[in-house]
């Protein structure tokens, strides 16, 4: 069969993921954010809401949640207290392997099992 060593029958798994994250995986990226890039703004968009108007740093992370300061708004804080209420998200700044101003979905961890 020449001509079709490259092809596959089934997608690459990356290719069809490539938008989307884990609440895990988000989690790591607001602790990577507090800890390497403070300054980098973040913005959700939770689930049953429309998408916050301004850009947020995040300050503290926990097991469940997250801390940040609005940006617009000096020394105000707000929390997001269960990050599987988070349905996307956008960075202001490109960091690390994400995008700026590029909508990431977030999936629940037991959901992208399914995938697999």
């Given at each position: ?5 490259n ?31 403070p ?5 959700f ?42 349905i ?29």
């Amino acid at each position: 069969m020449t001509g079709f060593s490259n092809y596959s029958v089934y997608p690459r798994l990356e290719e069809e993921t490539k938008g989307f994250v884990t609440t895990s995986e988000l989690r790591n990226l607001l602790r990577e954010l507090c800890q390497k890039s403070p300054g980098t703004g973040i913005r959700f968009r939770l689930l049953g809401k429309m998408w916050n108007e301004s850009f947020a740093h995040v300050r503290i992370v926990t097991d469940h949640g997250v801390v940040f300061e609005i940006s617009s708004v000096q020394n105000q804080l707000a929390s997001i207290s269960d990050l599987t209420n988070v349905i996307q998200f956008e960075l202001e700044n490109s960091f690390e392997h994400y995008k700026p101003h590029f909508h990431y979905s977030v999936l629940p961890n037991d959901l992208i099992g399914s995938f697999l």
